[in-house]
């Protein structure tokens, strides 16, 4: 199995996540905290500097989150009979946050798409403008992507505790695997 200079291994095993797992786990735990910011500065404090600090970012930030839960997922499958096991209610735990990873920017970009007004995350353009504005898509995003938002927020907290709560068969918490890999 290719291992890099410390000794942790690229792929998955099952006495720990190897180091792709984890760099794609703590990137994508950072953006979305940053993520989760800026969508808490639009909503409690909007029309101020810390709006206006925060929010630039969201609909690029998103993007990247989209491509990089894309990439993750592939992965983890790529990984599925290596990772460590703790059990088919902590696989559906996850499997649910991945479902909220993917169907949050899914449901903006709809809706980006759908108001027509073009889509350039990072100066990329996704979309382009168009005259017209397909108004189910655009009500589609706005009835669900901040609600599921939210919610993933909720699981992901709950996610924290178990992480510490779970434990390992030889009594530790279940963070190490995502801290040290094996
Ligand atoms: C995983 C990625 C994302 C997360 C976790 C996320 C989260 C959120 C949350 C929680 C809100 C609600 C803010 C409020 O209550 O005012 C929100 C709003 C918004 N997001 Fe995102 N977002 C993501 C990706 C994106 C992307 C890719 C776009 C653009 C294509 C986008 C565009 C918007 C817009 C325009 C709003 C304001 C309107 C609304 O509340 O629906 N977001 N986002
Ligand atoms: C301080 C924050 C976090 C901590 C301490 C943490 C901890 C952990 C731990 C210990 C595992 C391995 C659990 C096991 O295999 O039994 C794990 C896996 C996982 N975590 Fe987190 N996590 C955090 C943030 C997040 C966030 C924000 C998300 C997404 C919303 C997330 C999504 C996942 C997923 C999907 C897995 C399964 C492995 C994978 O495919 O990456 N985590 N986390």
Redesign the pocket.
């Known amino acids: 199995m290719p291992a890099c200079p410390t000794g942790a291994t690229l792929m998955d095993r099952p006495d720990g996540y190897g180091i792709v797992s984890r760099t794609l786990h703590w990137l994508m735990a950072a953006l979305?905290a940053w993520?989760?910011t800026s969508?808490?500065a639009?909503?409690f404090l909007p029309d101020t500097p810390v709006e206006e600090f925060f929010w630039f970012s969201?609909?690029s930030?998103?993007?990247l989150?989209?491509i990089l839960?894309l990439v993750r997922g592939a992965w983890a499958l790529a990984n599925a009979r290596r990772r460590p096991d703790s059990g088919y209610i902590a696989r559906l735990g996850h499997l649910i946050l991945y479902a909220f990873?993917v169907a949050?920017?899914t449901l903006?970009?709809l809706?980006?798409y759908g108001r027509g007004r073009g889509?350039s995350?990072f100066g990329i353009e996704i979309f382009s403008r168009r005259d017209n504005e397909i108004e189910s898509l655009v009500e589609l995003?706005?009835t669900w992507?901040?609600l599921l938002?939210?919610t993933?927020?909720a699981l992901a907290a709950g996610h924290v505790v178990m992480a510490f709560v779970h434990r390992k068969p030889d009594g530790q918490p279940v963070l190490s695997y995502m801290t040290k890999g094996k």
């Open positions: 979305l993520q989760f969508a808490a639009r909503q969201h609909t930030l998103g993007f989150l989209f839960v990873m949050i920017p903006s970009l809706r980006a889509y995350p995003g706005n992507h901040g938002g939210w993933l927020l």
